[in-house]
């Protein structure tokens, strides 16, 4: 369970880069299959390279960023619908990557990696090991919820939210756009770089349906734990992912079919999607409810 949980905080930096086009943008972006892998793709190709697996890392984020870009570009100046501008450079990307790392397979097990030093002082599968990712997960949500308080990030709020009314203030949300997946994209390829170096090796089929853990972690997550402000939605973003791989996890345990993973991330999202809508259940106080009443009851109203 503890792996798990692991597993969870480092996918939770691939969940903030969801979230950041999913409910910032208000964009359905499917690059995140494809970045994924260039980020993993690059990190393992440098790190066996001889490049210093910071560095490797810093630089698989850069090029999950380019991917974003191109995407971007493709939906804001080819006028490209945004779906299929992502679905086009999500399938560009498998041909890219299959350059970048020069076949399938390529394994880390004897190179240095940021992960050695938790490998090899048999952290891993540990409290110790869940503090430094939980760390490195909330210092990316930390990034993120102060970018989204610079202008701009509101600016980039304001464009998923009303893109007509931003613009009247000569905002280009074209920029927003194109800053937003970038942003995103850099995020998930981060990851994948961290997944690497995780589990050993870089595969070209690591990143393919990951779009949809993403979604869950984000929607599981923002319905559970709330979404009333930036830094409780993205706290929620990072919760939902520990909380989906822990479900994954406890119906592996339970005796289901490996193969059934994608079946059962679907079923979560239908899921958490399709519950908050029963009755039962939007007669609930919402967590930010609770918070009015707490405050309400604090300052004696």
């Given at each position: ?37 260039t980020g993993g793709g ?197 919760l939902g992912s520990v ?20 079946l059962i991330s679907a ?35």
């Amino acid at each position: 369970m503890i792996t798990a949980v692991e597993l969870g905080l480092i996918y939770a930096v691939m969940a903030l880069g969801v979230y950041l086009t999913f409910r910032i943008l208000n964009f359905p972006d499917l690059t995140v299959d494809g970045s994924f892998t260039t980020g993993g793709g690059i990190a393992a190709i440098l790190i066996v390279g001889g490049t210093p697996p910071l560095l490797a890392t810093v630089v698989a984020f850069a090029g999950g960023m380019v991917a974003g870009v191109v995407t971007g570009l493709l939906h804001t100046k080819a006028k490209i619908n945004g779906l299929l501008a992502g679905i086009l450079t999500m399938i560009a990307l498998y041909s890219v990557n299959l350059r970048i790392m020069g076949k399938s397979n390529l394994p880390l097990l004897r190179e240095e990696t940021l992960i050695t030093p938790l490998r090899e002082g048999g952290y891993l599968g540990t409290w110790v090991a869940v503090l430094v990712f939980a760390a490195v997960a909330l210092a990316v949500k930390v990034i993120i919820d102060w970018f989204l308080h610079t202008d701009l990030g509101l600016a980039m709020q304001a464009t998923g939210d009303n893109e007509e009314m931003i613009r009247s203030f000569g905002v280009s949300t074209d920029r927003m756009k194109v800053l937003g997946l970038a942003l995103s994209n850099g995020l998930v390829a981060l990851c994948g770089a961290l997944v690497a170096q995780y589990q050993g090796f870089a595969d070209i089929g690591m990143g393919i349906g990951l779009i949809l853990a993403g979604l869950a972690s984000v929607i599981i997550g923002q319905a559970i734990f709330g979404a009333g402000t930036i830094v409780i939605a993205s706290l929620a973003v990072v919760l939902g992912s520990v909380l989906y791989r822990v479900v994954i996890q406890l119906a592996l345990n339970a005796g289901l079919n490996p193969n059934d993973m994608k079946l059962i991330s679907a079923v979560l999202v239908v899921l958490a999607l399709v519950v908050p809508q029963w009755r039962v259940f939007r007669r609930l106080p919402s967590p930010v409810r609770f918070r009015r009443v707490l405050s309400s009851v604090g300052n004696g109203g």
